[in-house]
């Protein structure tokens, strides 16, 4: 079985990709930033590798414009592909680059900046399927059909290859790093970045992370063969392809040191983190790396260690649902039912014990119809902005101390 398997991607390879990079209106080099917040929460040196800032807003180009030149090279002019976003973007540009032409199948879900992005960079979008797996299989019917060549987003030697410059570049930024760590989907990013590191210095640990939603590596590395998921539910879109390839899966299995799994919950505070501390709009394939940095499941404790920030295309629509979700879960914003007698100055009166708290309403609805409610009883469903956890409980004890029944419902959709 072995024999058949297909060879992990060589050093040579991604040095070979380098040299076609070498190209700043495709890729630049981008930075990295020492975190000193995050580095005194996990008790480490922190810093950041700032590969949301590439053109495209991610790393998907540089796997993308290898496999394009040479195709074109080769007299190739016409790519199709299938993304949730990122890879989208990256296909349309390094083809647009490199004078052909393109067509991306893109879950009807996709973020609407991802979908505008791709559009903008040239190519035609086609928005099909309900998750990426039913996306994939129509590009690949579509590429079948025509002359067009399939540009896979992980399974395909020359994108790994590209992928691999960055692992290369990250060495170069920090030859002393202990641990790295990188965001998995299909794989490819991880695959082209331990095949680098690893060239460097084996003693550098390459830990990967995924999404609990998408989570497909620790069973396929169990099993010894790809597992493909049916459905994927992560707001890390970026990193939800619900399964590895073989190539990856292989080169997971000799390079990575160890795989982490990570929360939605975790990855949006992530999120929240980032953009309070380092003032970086990553989105939530971006973030997992921190998120996995700050978790229980990773011990960086005493290391030098670089987490990837591996896109920054956040859509404004999911900003504000994971901004939701982590203000909800810091209790900084609160929703509380209080119980009152349906009279005139109820709800001002409620009003004032909230502002006497310093604690500010964010919105008040009254509802008079429900069958647990007496005669003459309203609820009263306040969103109220709170400083945190302490403050919210002191607001909540001044209204039950003023002798109104209240329920916290913030968890409540």
């Given at each position: 079985?072995?024999?058949?398997?297909?060879?992990?991607?060589?050093?040579?390879?991604?040095?070979?990709?380098?040299?076609?990079?070498?190209?700043?209106?495709?890729?630049?080099?981008?930075?990295?930033?020492?975190?000193?917040?995050?580095?005194?929460?996990?008790?480490?040196?922190?810093?950041?590798?700032?590969?949301?800032?590439?053109?495209?807003?991610?790393?998907?180009?540089?796997?993308?414009?290898?496999?394009?030149?040479?195709?074109?090279?080769?007299?190739?002019?016409?790519?199709?592909?299938?993304?949730?976003?990122?890879?989208?973007?990256?296909?349309?540009?390094?083809?647009?680059?490199?004078?052909?032409?393109?067509?991306?199948?893109?879950?009807?879900?996709?973020?609407?900046?991802?979908?505008?992005?791709?559009?903008?960079?040239?190519?035609?979008?086609?928005?099909?399927?309900?998750?990426?797996?039913?996306?994939?299989?129509?590009?690949?019917?579509?590429?079948?059909?025509?002359?067009?060549?399939?540009?896979?987003?992980?399974?395909?030697?020359?994108?790994?290859?590209?992928?691999g410059t960055l692992g290369?570049?990250?060495?170069?930024?920090?030859?002393?790093?202990?641990?790295?760590?990188?965001?998995?989907?299909?794989?490819?990013?991880?695959?082209?970045?331990?095949?680098?590191?690893?060239?460097?210095?084996?003693?550098?640990?390459?830990?990967?992370?995924?999404?609990?939603?998408?989570?497909?590596?620790h069973e396929s590395l169990?099993?010894?063969?790809?597992?493909?998921?049916?459905?994927?539910?992560?707001?890390?879109d970026g990193i939800a392809?619900?399964?590895?390839?073989?190539?990856?899966?292989?080169?997971?299995?000799?390079?990575?040191?160890?795989?982490?799994?990570?929360?939605?919950?975790?990855?949006?505070?992530?999120?929240?983190?980032?953009?309070?501390?380092?003032?970086?709009?990553?989105?939530?394939?971006?973030?997992?790396?921190?998120?996995?940095?700050?978790?229980?499941?990773?011990?960086?404790?005493?290391?030098?260690?670089?987490?990837?920030?591996?896109?920054?295309?956040?859509?404004?629509?999911?900003?504000?649902?994971?901004?939701?979700?982590?203000?909800?879960?810091?209790?900084?914003?609160?929703?509380?039912?209080?119980?009152?007698?349906?009279?005139?100055?109820?709800?001002?009166?409620?009003?004032?014990?909230?502002?006497?708290?310093?604690?500010?309403?964010?919105?008040?609805?009254?509802?008079?119809?429900?069958?647990?409610?007496?005669?003459?009883?309203?609820?009263?469903?306040?969103?109220?902005?709170?400083?945190?956890?302490?403050?919210?409980?002191?607001?909540?004890?001044?209204?039950?101390?003023?002798?109104?029944?209240?329920?916290?419902?913030?968890?409540?959709?």
């Amino acid at each position: 079985m072995n024999e058949t398997r297909p060879s992990p991607v060589q050093y040579s390879d991604i040095e070979r990709a380098r040299e076609r990079l070498e190209n700043d209106r495709v890729v630049k080099r981008t930075p990295i930033e020492r975190s000193t917040s995050l580095g005194e929460l996990v008790g480490a040196d922190v810093y950041l590798k700032m590969e949301h800032l590439q053109w495209t807003g991610s790393f998907k180009t540089r796997g993308a414009y290898n496999k394009i030149r040479q195709d074109t090279d080769r007299g190739i002019d016409e790519f199709v592909a299938a993304s949730a976003g990122n890879h989208a973007q990256g296909v349309a540009l390094a083809a647009t680059e490199c004078g052909a032409d393109s067509t991306v199948a893109m879950p009807e879900n996709a973020p609407q900046t991802k979908i505008d992005a791709t559009r903008d960079y040239g190519a035609d979008v086609e928005l099909v399927g309900e998750d990426f797996q039913e996306t994939m299989a129509y590009a690949q019917s579509l590429a079948e059909g025509s002359d067009a060549e399939f540009v896979h987003a992980y399974d395909d030697r020359d994108i790994v290859a590209g992928q691999g410059t960055l692992g290369a570049e990250m060495y170069r930024d920090l030859p002393e790093m202990d641990t790295v760590v990188v965001p998995i989907g299909g794989g490819g990013l991880i695959s082209g970045i331990a095949t680098a590191i690893k060239h460097h210095d084996p003693e550098i640990r390459v830990v990967g992370v995924q999404a609990a939603g998408a989570e497909t590596v620790h069973e396929s590395l169990d099993k010894g063969v790809p597992v493909t998921l049916d459905d994927t539910n992560t707001i890390a879109d970026g990193i939800a392809t619900g399964g590895i390839s073989e190539l990856t899966l292989r080169t997971i299995e000799e390079h990575v040191d160890e795989v982490v799994t990570v929360s939605d919950g975790e990855i949006a505070e992530a999120i929240l983190l980032l953009l309070e501390r380092a003032k970086q709009v990553v989105e939530g394939a971006g973030a997992a790396s921190v998120a996995a940095v700050l978790s229980d499941d990773l011990d960086v404790e005493g290391e030098i260690v670089m987490p990837l920030l591996c896109g920054g295309n956040l859509d404004m629509t999911m900003l504000q649902t994971v901004l939701v979700h982590a203000l909800t879960g810091r209790r900084q914003t609160l929703r509380l039912r209080v119980r009152i007698r349906d009279r005139p100055g109820e709800m001002a009166r409620l009003s004032r014990l909230i502002a006497d708290r310093d604690a500010n309403i964010h919105d008040v609805r009254h509802v008079r119809a429900v069958d647990a409610l007496d005669v003459g009883e309203a609820h009263l469903l306040f969103r109220i902005e709170t400083k945190g956890a302490e403050h919210a409980a002191a607001v909540v004890d001044t209204i039950e101390d003023a002798g109104y029944a209240v329920d916290d419902v913030s968890e409540e959709r």
